[in-house]
Every structure is written in structure tokens, then in C-alpha cells.
């Protein structure tokens, strides 16, 4: 005999023979989650000799899920050995329960197991899931670009408030932050440039280095980076937060383009506004740089502001707002596609805003390297 706890009113477990050679399966005492129940360890030894299986409850005062539990255990057990059992001396309730328990079968893939899989299949899975992710991508892609045409002939259907708010959100409310920046990355261009150039009394040249480099390239990239993780997230979470809430959907019902009624004037939004924070942050990284190279290298204001003016050509600065467009529709593009492609729940939201960021970051990046190469190549 094999007894869990010495207390009578503690869950017991005796394991007998019968005089038939059936294992008999005692069960008395106080069966109920959070006390000392016995493991079905001490039954598994024993159940493998055995033919059949028998019950005796007749001292079980109390039970709850656990007796379940460990009955169903001992079930699969016998199952899996081809053993019979006699369960008329449980309580009905239980037989009832356990009937119940196996006229409905587990669903496949309800148990969170871990599955040994190969490495030749985990590369087929994310070669399966990255092509499921790209014909999504091309999809919205053409679908926005369908919705642009129908905005260039007048005939797509979005509220012009709708876009007022966007270019005012997107524009003037973003000054601050890209003031900040702006003005931080010439000054620390200036500080970088300047101890270089000192070593070989060439500090006037911080002016052409913090210009060029503002006016080419850090001022569209800074602001696109800053108004990726600014807008780009609001635009994911926006989009993410009206799924949950099934207002995209009334949308659909109502026969009114998604695409056309929030995604276009976002769009449109950033596109417009872009290119005037691109000139902002130029013009604010320069002050950056002048602030350094007046005050710290004793610069006159005249001096520093001619030779920026000599450096800086007009092809950097058109070049780098129009980097800036491209940037500003690669930002809402990237946030309102995450947000279409947000799940239903909250925590999906925060993992499309995520994915917003990241996707509009690296978007960024990949577009600022081709056009290093074309501006190259046609000598701009």
C-alpha cells in the first residue's frame, strides 16, 4: 500500500491487487487543487503488469479538477497499454466528467510542444513567410498607387479636414523635435570636422563640411529617421487601433476605399511637408555648425556664412529635398502598411508600430544608398 499523506482528511492513494489480479485504485481523503495530491508516478510502475484496472472513492469526502487530472492520467495509461478498466466505483459525477473528457478529442496543436524541426524546414518557413510578406507588400503597393491616380484626376474620396489635420500634425508639430536634432547633428558634424581639420589649419572648411553634408544628406535622413519614429508609429497605430475596433471595416461595408480615406491623405500629408522640414533642418544644422565655428573657432559670422554659401550648390539642395519626398512617402507607406496589417488585439498594435519604425528606418537607409549611386553616376 502506497499512502500520499499520513492526515485522513489529506487526498490518499492506495494501490492494491485484488483477488482477481485487477489493480485496485483507492481514492479517499480531500481531493482538491492546492493540497498535497499524490502523483500518478506511484501508478505507472504498477499499471504495466496489470490486465485490468479498478476504482474504490467510496472514502473521497471532496474533489475537484485534480482528481480529473489524475484520473485521466491513469486513463491514458491503461489506453496506451491495452488495459481495461472498471470505473463504476467513482463518484457518477466523475464518470460523467470523464466520459465527456473523451467523447471530444484534443484539437491537434492545442498543447504548446516543442517541435524538433530541421533546419532545412525552418529555412522553407521563412522562405514561405518573407514571400507571403512581399506579395502583401506589392498588393498595398499597387493598391496605393491606383488610389494616387484616382487623386490625380479628383475622383478619390477622402475629407479635405482630414488632410488639413495631417499636414499641421506632420508639419508645424514636428518642428520642435526636428529643431533639436537638426541642431545637435551640425554641431556635433562641426566638432568631428573640426578636430581634423585644426591639425592642419584648415578649421574654415568646417563651414563646406557641415553645409554640404546638411544640405546633401543628413538633413533629409535626420528628418525622415525623426518623422519615422514621430509619424510613421502614429500612422501604424492609428491604422492598427481603428482594425481593432472594426472601423475599417464599416468602412469596406460602406463602400468607401480604406486606402483612399485614410491612407491617401496620410500620404499626401508627409510627402508636402517633408521637403519644408528638410530646408528647416538644413537651415537649423547650419546654425549648428556656425555655432561652433564662431564661437569655438573664432569664425566671424561673415566668413563662415560666405564660405558655406560658396560650398552649398544648388544640386545638393535640390537633391536632398527631393530625397526628402521620397522619404516622406516611403514613411507613410511603410506605417499605414503595418497598420493595415495589424492584428486584432492590442498587443498586435504595439508590434505593428514596431514593425512601422523599423520597416520605414531601413526603407530609409536602402533608398539613401541607391541615391548616393545615382547622384554619382549622373555627377550631381
Excluded at 489506453?79 to 478498466?85: D, H, L, P
Excluded at 533639436?180 to 563640411?209: C, E, H, K, P, R
Excluded at 546638411?214 to 535626420?222: D, I, L, N, P
Excluded at 530609409?364 to 548616393?372: D, L, N, P, R, W
Amino acid at each position: 500500500m502506497t499512502k500520499a499523506s499520513p492526515s485522513s482528511t489529506a487526498a490518499e492513494l492506495a494501490v492494491t491487487r485484488t483477488a482477481t489480479g485487477a489493480l485496485l485504485l483507492r481514492l479517499s481523503g480531500r481531493w482538491n487543487l492546492g493540497g498535497n495530491l499524490p502523483s500518478p508516478a506511484a501508478v505507472e510502475a504498477k499499471v504495466t503488469s496489470a490486465t485490468r484496472v479498478e476504482f474504490d472513492a467510496v472514502g473521497l469526502t471532496s474533489w475537484d479538477t485534480s482528481a480529473l487530472t489524475f484520473l485521466t492520467h491513469v486513463s491514458s495509461l491503461c489506453k496506451a497499454r491495452g488495459i481495461a478498466e472498471d470505473r463504476s466505483g467513482l463518484p457518477p459525477g466523475i464518470q460523467r466528467l470523464l466520459a465527456l473528457a473523451e467523447a471530444v478529442p484534443e484539437r491537434k496543436g492545442a498543447r504548446a510542444e516543442d517541435e524538433d524541426e530541421s533546419l532545412l524546414e525552418r529555412i522553407g518557413k521563412a522562405t514561405l513567410s518573407s514571400t507571403d510578406e512581399l506579395r502583401e507588400m506589392l498588393r498595398f503597393l499597387g493598391e496605393v498607387t491606383l488610389a494616387s491616380a484616382r487623386l490625380l484626376v479628383g475622383r478619390a474620396r477622402y475629407r479635405k479636414s482630414d488632410l488639413f489635420v495631417l499636414i499641421q500634425q506632420a508639419g508645424a508639430e514636428a518642428m520642435g523635435i526636428v529643431t533639436l536634432i537638426s541642431f545637435l547633428v551640425g554641431l556635433i558634424l562641426a566638432f568631428v570636422g573640426a578636430v581634423q581639420l585644426q591639425q592642419f589649419g584648415a578649421t574654415i572648411f568646417v563651414a563646406d563640411l557641415v553645409g554640404i553634408a546638411m544640405v546633401r544628406e543628413m538633413g533629409a535622413m535626420m528628418t525622415g529617421i525623426v518623422m519615422a519614429g514621430r509619424t510613421g508609429a502614429s500612422y501604424a497605430a492609428q491604422l492598427g487601433s481603428m482594425k481593432v475596433t472594426q472601423e475599417i471595416d464599416a468602412l469596406t461595408t460602406m463602400g468607401i476605399s480604406p486606402l483612399e480615406f485614410l491612407v491617401l491623405p496620410r500620404m499626401v500629408a508627409l510627402f508636402l511637408m517633408m521637403p519644408l522640414l528638410c530646408l528647416y533642418s538644413d537651415f537649423v544644422g547650419i546654425l549648428g555648425g556656425a555655432a561652433v565655428g564662431i564661437g569655438m573657432l573664432d569664425l566671424s559670422p561673415i566668413t563662415y556664412y560666405q564660405q558655406t554659401a560658396a560650398a552649398v550648390s544648388v544640386g545638393n539642395l535640390v537633391g536632398g529635398i527631393f530625397k526628402a519626398s521620397v522619404y516622406g512617402v516611403l514613411i507613410a507607406v511603410s506605417g499605414c502598411l503595418r497598420g493595415m496589417q495589424s492584428g486584432s488585439s492590442s498587443s498586435a498594435v504595439g508590434d505593428a508600430t514596431t514593425s512601422a519604425v523599423v520597416t520605414s528606418i531601413v526603407a530609409i537607409i536602402v533608398a539613401c544608398g541607391v541615391f548616393a549611386v545615382l547622384f554619382y553616376i549622373l555627377g550631381i
